[in-house]
């Protein structure tokens, strides 16, 4: 009997052994490790430097009647292959981007596979399917398991509603708790980073997000799991001037989509040193390349927005508000610093109809005085009135000589709003029109799927300076460790008037920017945005004329962008370079600190730097600040102070 025992146990031994099949991928310098097991459920995990990064973790999509994809797997084939190549970035931080990777695809029987990829800076993984006709998505497991109850920089999901814990703006600030703190049945939405031991980061987001909803997460024990919004069934127009469209009932899916097709990607982005995350470019490589093939029209570059500062000029002989005369004015203003473009926010057209344009503006003649000025016009739209008339919106204004469109609202990313992205997008591009999407969730990518998508919000920008009174300086030192590892954001920077802590209040219509002018002059090279906002308005600009000047020749793109220093949430510093100009920025946390820039990223030959530095008394008088022209070599370290909440911007020409 107990040979008979031993047998099957040795029988059963053996079957398992066989049944958990074990792949591993190494990044191209080796360091990052996926290992892949394929037991009952299909498992990942990853090492950076032999250290833990993610621990086991299923990953499985469960597709209604073609079964659970990841459940009791079976590999029919793998293929492994390695990439070394490089992407043309446009209208990106840098014009080439190096894409070097180990892939493994594992192809399983059920008509399905699964993509791993490992860079040198992060791991990604994702489904692809090859069944016929159309196919119901129940759910899909996304897991990132870590060893231990970490602490992690957590935007929860901000439900301005409390009607749909799908619907938000997906601007919230930071929460550095531990794994184990994070509130119970609460969303979060993605990037999240989380601290790793000897000083490692991982980021989680996603990418090629495309007829599918996006990635939102929560904590189980020290785990994330995704969590993604049903397919809306009915929804009710209303909220801001009825220009949204609540949810009022979903599905019991998240998907109906093409059976052949590849799905999002489930990235995790690896940092050994904080400043790694500044100039992280996960996201857009992964992202489907473009589908315009004559981008020369695309054309991003700086704006005069209305919105933030309200409307608010003075010293002109007209009444100041939303008309023609008032828009003709921040044309002039546009033109005489070289500003690109200005925009009309909300009121130039009824809310109902974006075909209704009120009698105080003359769109034509605005246009057409832009023209002789070389400042294009940009126009803003709620989602919900722009997708009603689609092709009349982009027909009647694109012949007008329109070139772009700010849109607004849409504050949902379930697939039906994914789908309302992309065929915007599209049918726009056919019209040769430029998008910024306002009221967005966070890019993933389609920024290079459709080119002339140039800016996404997402973020709890500069706007919220004028209804709240929390902690900004430190969430701009957060924001480009975290949130600008998805991609561009319409943060609108620009301030120029300039508080400390202690004098800073939050006045709508005559806002103000905690911390100082130099922080607000860095945010231009600091945060990535293809169609950056001066938020302020032409009269606070054209008393400072110098910061002006600076603001507006910083390009929107560049060649090239390095990481000089910085720590998640205290302080960050970027040099980035547009053909043979460097341009340098620093700001810091309310701690004020020294930081010293290296300038041996210049190269050979002579240079001279116009810094704008934080001024003697900038800790009390925000607007303080030292304008300085001097020579520079790649040889120099030079060390600046920066005020509580303050700055550090720099231009560096060749001589």
Avoid at 260 to 274: G, L, M, N, Y
Avoid at 337 to 344: A, D, H
Avoid at 433 to 448: E, S, V
Avoid at 560 to 583: C, F, H, M, N, P
């Amino acid at each position: 009997m107990k040979k008979v025992l031993l047998l099957i146990f040795c029988l059963i031994s053996v079957h398992m052994v066989f049944a958990q099949k074990a792949y591993k991928i190494n990044s191209p310098d080796k360091k990052i490790v996926v290992n892949i097991q394929t037991g009952t459920d299909l498992k990942w995990s990853v090492t950076h430097d032999g250290q833990s990064i993610i621990e086991p973790s299923v990953i499985a999509m469960d597709l209604s009647k073609h079964g659970i994809a990841g459940k009791n797997p079976k590999v029919t084939a793998a293929k492994e292959t390695i990439v070394n190549s490089t992407i043309d970035g446009l209208n990106y931080k840098k014009d080439k981007i190096v894409d070097a990777y180990t892939q493994l695809a594992l192809s399983f029987k059920g008509n399905y596979k699964i993509v791993f990829r490992a860079y040198n800076d992060g791991v990604a993984y994702r489904f692809e399917t090859a069944i016929k006709d159309s196919i119901t998505v129940n759910s899909e497991e996304a897991t990132f398991a870590f060893s231990d109850d970490y602490k992690a920089y957590i935007p929860y999901v901000n439900d301005p509603h409390n009607k749909d814990i799908y619907e938000t703006s997906f601007e919230n600030n930071y929460q550095y708790i531990n794994l184990s703190k994070f509130v119970k049945d609460t969303l979060a939405f993605a990037p999240i980073l989380v601290e790793l031991p000897n000083n490692k980061k991982a980021a989680i987001t996603e990418s090629d997000l495309e007829d599918y909803p996006g990635m939102f997460l929560q904590v189980a024990g020290n785990s994330f799991k995704g969590k993604y919004a049903p397919v809306p069934l009915t929804e009710k127009q209303g909220g801001h001037n009825n220009l949204q469209a609540y949810v009022m009932s979903r599905a019991t899916y998240i998907a109906k989509t093409k059976g052949t097709r590849p799905f999002p990607w489930r990235v995790v982005i690896i940092s050994s040193q904080d400043k790694d995350l500044l100039n992280n470019d996960m996201v857009y490589k992964l992202a489907s390349p473009s589908r315009i093939a004559d981008v020369s029209w695309i054309k991003p570059g700086k704006v005069a927005w209305d919105w933030w500062n309200d409307w608010n000029i003075s010293n002109v002989n007209f009444k100041a508000g939303i008309n023609t005369k008032t828009y003709k004015y921040y044309i002039d203003f546009a033109a005489k610093f070289g500003i690109e473009n200005i925009l009309l926010d909300e009121g130039w057209a009824t809310s109902e109809d974006i075909m209704k344009i009120v009698p105080e503006i003359n769109l034509q003649e605005i246009i057409d005085y832009g023209k002789q000025k070389n400042v294009g016009v940009w126009l803003w739209g709620g989602w919900l009135p722009l997708d009603k008339k689609t092709d009349l919106a982009l027909s009647t204004y694109s012949k007008m000589g329109v070139k772009g469109f700010k849109i607004d609202f849409m504050d949902r990313d379930d697939q039906k709003m994914v789908n309302f992205y992309y065929r915007f997008a599209k049918k726009a591009a056919e019209y040769k029109l430029m998008i910024d999407y306002h009221g967005a969730y966070k890019p993933t990518g389609l920024q290079r799927t459709y080119p002339n998508v140039l800016n996404f919000e997402g973020v709890r920008g500069l706007e919220n300076t004028k209804w709240s009174n929390t902690d900004f300086p430190g969430y701009d030192c957060s924001i480009p460790f975290i949130r600008m590892l998805a991609g561009p954001m319409d943060y609108t920077p620009g301030a120029m008037k300039n508080a400390s802590k202690e004098n800073f209040r939050a006045i709508f219509s005559s806002p103000m920017s905690q911390g100082t002018r130099c922080h607000q002059l860095a945010l231009y090279m600091i945060l990535e945005s293809p169609f950056e906002m001066l938020a302020d308005n032409p009269t606070n600009y054209i008393k400072e004329p110098a910061c002006t000047k600076f603001i507006a020749e910083v390009p929107t793109t560049f060649s090239e962008t390095i990481a000089l220093d910085g720590k998640v949430s205290e302080y960050a510093v970027i040099a980035r370079r547009k053909d043979q100009t460097w341009y340098v920025g620093a700001i810091t946390n309310w701690t004020p600190r020294e930081v010293t820039l290296d300038f041996s990223f210049l190269g050979e030959g002579n240079f001279e730097v116009e810094l704008f530095a934080d001024g003697l008394n900038a800790d009390r008088e925000g607007t303080d600040f030292s304008r300085t022209i001097m020579p520079v070599k790649s040889s120099d370290k030079l060390t600046f102070k920066l005020a509580p909440g303050g700055g550090l911007a720099a231009r560096v020409v060749k001589k």
